[in-house]
T-cell receptor, first 114, second 116 residues
Framework: DAGITQSPRHKVTETGTPVTLRCHQT?????MYWYRQDPGHGLRLIHY???????DKGEVSDGYSVSRSKTEDFLLTLESATSSQTSVYFC?????????????FGPGTRLTVL | AQTVTQSQPEMSVQEAETVTLSCTYD???????LFWYKQPPSRQMILVIR??????QNATENRFSVNFQKAAKSFSLKISDSQLGDTAMYFC?????????????FGAGTILRVKS
């Protein structure tokens, strides 16, 4: 199994509070991704990183920011959480940007915004 | 729009029987890969099988095989000799190139229940 951990695994927070989710990898992969999973939508890309300090937006990036100061860590921040951000969040990693390259997923974080 | 459609929200199958999950997709890419991921109740995303669009031969991995029809943009998953451990949500996806990386474009998923 790819060495990917996410923390926390579960979080309940209130509307308007900031939240940071952490993804940590031990594979030294260059590319890291944050997806959210919602019923009826599958998984959708929020942001991704293609190197230290290099990030770009995905299709559902509004309300989220990311940072990557080290190869192994990719942080996802909700500056002011809203109920629409209640979801399961997955981090993924890949070694290259080849379309054949598998993306390995972390265990997920269930976030509930009340 | 580049999309993936899984038309079966839920399916069930008896243990040891065969089941086929449907997937259609729409992409303007010339070279692409298609994937099936399994998500058991543990929530972990597990790659089941992948198919390169340029290969006409259907991919197989043990009890899992695909029926890839490129012209019809269809990519179904067949599970033979179903086992209780196959109970999971199954996602069909294709890889789309972005400016600096890639992303998986997922369907909404099919819940498969294997009954004893």
């Amino acid at each position: 199994d790819a060495g990917i951990t996410q923390s926390p695994r579960h979080k309940v927070t209130e509307t308007g509070t900031p939240v940071t989710l952490r993804c940590h990898q031990t594979e030294n992969h260059r590319y890291m991704y944050w997806y959210r999973q919602d019923p009826g939508h599958g998984l959708r890309l929020i942001h991704y990183s293609y190197g230290v300090k290099d990030t770009d937006k995905g299709e559902v990036s509004d309300g989220y920011s990311v940072s990557r100061s080290k190869t192994e860590d990719f942080l996802l921040t909700l500056e002011s959480a809203t109920s629409s951000q209640t979801s399961v969040y997955f981090c993924a990693i890949s070694e290259s940007r080849s379309v054949s390259d598998e993306q390995f997923f972390g265990p997920g974080t269930r976030l509930t915004v009340l | 729009a580049q999309t993936v459609t899984q038309s079966q929200p839920e399916m069930s199958v008896q243990e040891a029987e065969t089941v086929t999950l449907s997937c259609t997709y729409d992409t303007s890419e010339n070279n692409y890969y298609l994937f099936w991921y399994k998500q058991p109740p543990s929530r972990q995303m597990i790659l089941v099988i992948r198919q390169e669009a340029y290969k006409q031969q259907n991919a197989t991995e043990n009890r899992f095989s695909v029926n890839f029809q490129k012209a019809a943009k269809s990519f179904s998953l067949k599970i033979s000799d179903s086992q209780l451990g196959d109970t999971a949500m199954y996602f069909c996806a294709f890889m789309k190139k972005l400016e600096y990386g890639n992303k998986l474009v997922f369907g909404a998923g099919t819940i498969l229940r294997v009954k004893s």
